[in-house]
């Protein structure tokens, strides 16, 4: 909806941009041909390059070389790109900054309401398990099928939003999603439930694999730093928030185990709404190109086009994509050293959903409400490193000296990492080897507490290095890293009963913690031999 108001406003602008340059002078003088060209081509040069907003062709040389007029002919009938210069009101990095604010609280929305959603079953398991008459290892593929949706999905959500734009990929996967949690809500067999939970995951991979870039699109270097802490924060508090209020729901006798679903469902509607109604597009290529159809239909010349009218179309994209996506996997150092990070820390987010039942609700006795509400513990370690996004950004401001666009070292980025790494394994051996019914169940918490810093910080500093690092290339490599960390997460969720049976918390923690403790230095070598890496690379930004 807001789009429309986007597509109106470019209007606008390009009429009284022509009226502006077709405006007659204070003394009337006869106007040369090139000027009635430059009044009808107003948003590009004589070159036919692209010109800011009212820019005056007088910036051009003065003693640059004129064309014969042979090269004038020829350069006629080529494509007038319309491109986007510094100042340009149309790029989303020169909004208004309420108005990106606004944009940001819109995503942060849609992405809290489909991250719960993976975690809203989790409560749910025993009852549920009961119910389809199968084991609750089985009924951990409510879970696991969320994941693997997340994981097919993430790959083709980049190259589709970058064809159609983002605001048109995250509504209509929107809309998608909204049905398949109807139908969670509404089976009636364990297959048709399973079924469902897969295309919720599927649906939802476009606003949780694609809100990085969205950023991106908004926010330059510095206000990055202030930005990425909050969409952390709502991507890992969606997951945390959803067990402690479903503990409770199922506990509710007068309820009944599905109503997870149907709180789900009402969520996500009102949120969808909202996007609905005033989420703007961002993705500036796109925006460029509305601008150029504009310019065509005004002033009737069919030359004006824009580079994403030009470039490749889905499937093209999708296929170069998917290529590219393995590639960086198998031969970036950086993506693989951050992405098995991620992957470990999304294993133990989602495997806690399970593992809470051995480790407190076994432990200590508690109820079904309780133990979800022990994800709170998380959730407050992840809110309190969010709360120092402020801290980040005055930082980030001060590296660059206050410069106004500044590029910030893709290093400055690891600090996070760096300094929250080594508490990784000490809170998974705290958790596990103080997980008896003699110690208070607080010392653990506390240890969930660390983990939720941890995992926020670990988020920011990755995210944000990808993207610093491989700048256009980021939104591929920011998919490989989705699919697998995701893929192999659902896969974990399905192993977390069997092997917290098999071999009790202590072990199973203890395994964690040393694969924490092998991986925890990759930060600080990456903060050492990150710049040798890209200088390297042939797909990353020049150091």
């Known amino acids: 909806m807001w789009?429309?108001?986007?597509?109106?406003?470019?209007?606008?602008?390009?009429?009284?941009?022509?009226?502006?340059?077709?405006?007659?002078?204070?003394?009337?003088?006869?106007?040369?041909?090139?000027?009635?060209?430059?009044?009808?081509?107003?948003?590009?040069?004589?070159s036919g390059k692209s010109r800011s907003n009212g820019a005056a062709a007088g910036n051009q040389d003065s003693d640059e070389e004129q064309p014969s007029s042979s090269a004038k002919e020829q350069q006629q009938q080529q494509h007038i790109l319309v491109k986007s210069e510094p100042g340009d009101p149309l790029n989303p990095q020169n909004w208004p900054l309420i108005s990106r604010c606004k944009n940001i609280a819109i995503l942060s929305i849609l992405i809290f309401v489909q991250g719960w959603a993976g975690a809203s079953e989790s409560m749910a398991n025993s009852v549920a398990s009961s119910k389809f008459h199968v084991?609750?290892?089985?009924?951990?593929?409510?879970?696991?099928?969320?994941?693997?949706?997340?994981?097919?999905?993430?790959?083709?959500?980049g190259p589709l939003s970058e064809t159609v734009g983002r605001n048109p990929v995250y509504l209509g996967a929107t809309f998608c999603y909204l049905f398949f949690v109807f139908g969670s809500a509404m089976a009636t067999t364990f297959g048709g439930r399973i079924t469902c939970r897969y295309f919720v995951g599927l649906f939802s991979s476009a606003t949780l694999g694609i809100n990085g870039s969205s950023v991106r699109d908004q926010f330059r270097d510095v206000k990055r730093a202030f930005v990425f802490p909050i969409i952390a924060w709502v991507n890992v508090i969606g997951p945390l928030a959803a067990p402690v209020a479903s503990g409770w729901l199922v506990s509710n006798p007068s309820l009944g185990w599905h109503w997870p679903d149907w709180m789900t469902l009402?969520?996500?509607?009102?949120?969808?709404?909202?996007?609905?109604?005033?989420?703007?597009?961002?993705?500036?290529?796109?925006?460029?190109?509305?601008?150029?159809?504009?310019?065509?239909?005004?002033?009737?010349?069919?030359?004006?086009?824009?580079?994403?009218?030009?470039?490749?179309?889905?499937?093209?994209?999708?296929?170069?994509?998917?290529?590219?996506?393995?590639?960086?996997?198998?031969?970036?150092?950086?993506?693989?050293?951050?992405?098995?990070?991620l992957l470990l820390l999304y294993t133990l987010l989602f495997t806690s959903l399970s593992g809470f039942d051995f480790i407190f609700k076994d432990t200590y006795q508690l109820s079904t409400g309780l133990t979800g509400s022990c994800f709170a513990s998380i959730a407050v370690g992840s809110t309190v490193f969010t709360l120092s996004a402020p801290v980040l950004y005055n930082w980030a401001?001060?590296?660059?000296?206050?410069?106004?666009?500044?590029?910030?070292?893709?290093?400055?980025?690891?600090?996070?990492?760096?300094?929250?790494?080594?508490?990784?394994?000490?809170?998974?051996?705290?958790?596990?080897?103080?997980?008896?019914?003699?110690?208070?169940?607080?010392?653990?918490?506390?240890?969930?507490?660390?983990?939720?810093?941890?995992?926020?910080?670990?988020?920011?500093?990755?995210?944000?290095?990808?993207?610093?690092?491989?700048?256009?290339?980021?939104?591929?490599?920011?998919?490989s890293v989705t699919a697998v960390r995701y893929l192999a997460a659902g896969g974990m969720v399905m192993a977390t009963r069997p092997m917290y049976s098999a071999i009790g918390v202590h072990w199973s923690l203890t395994i964690m913690g040393c694969v924490a403790a092998i991986l925890s230095p990759a930060p600080l070598l990456l903060w050492h031999y990150g710049p040798k890496l890209r200088k390297r690379s042939k797909y990353a930004k020049d150091p």
């Open 397 to 479: 401001r001060s590296d660059t000296e206050h410069v106004h666009g500044a590029h910030v070292e893709p290093e400055f980025r690891l600090w996070p990492a760096i300094v929250t790494a080594p508490m990784l394994p000490v809170c998974l051996f705290w958790l596990g080897w103080t997980n008896y019914p003699r110690i208070s169940i607080w010392c653990g918490l506390g240890a969930c507490f660390v983990f939720g810093v941890v995992l926020t910080a670990f988020y920011v500093s990755s995210y944000e290095y990808i993207i610093d690092s491989y700048g256009e290339h980021s939104a591929i490599a920011l998919a």
């Open 135 to 157: 084991s609750r290892t089985a009924q951990n593929l409510d879970t696991a099928m969320y994941l693997f949706g997340i994981g097919t999905g993430a790959p083709f959500t």
């Open 266 to 341: 009402i969520i996500s509607g009102a949120a969808f709404f909202v996007a609905l109604l005033f989420l703007p597009e961002t993705y500036l290529p796109l925006l460029l190109d509305w601008k150029a159809k504009e310019l065509r239909r005004a002033t009737g010349d069919v030359r004006f086009t824009s580079e994403h009218a030009m470039a490749a179309n889905f499937f093209s994209r999708l296929k170069h994509n998917v290529k590219l996506g393995i590639t960086f996997y198998r031969t970036e150092i950086i993506v693989t050293v951050l992405g098995l990070y």
């Open 3 to 46: 789009s429309l108001i986007q597509r109106h406003q470019i209007r606008a602008h390009v009429k009284q941009e022509l009226g502006q340059r077709t405006k007659p002078a204070h003394e009337p003088s006869a106007k040369s041909p090139s000027d009635l060209e430059d009044a009808r081509h107003p948003s590009v040069s004589p």
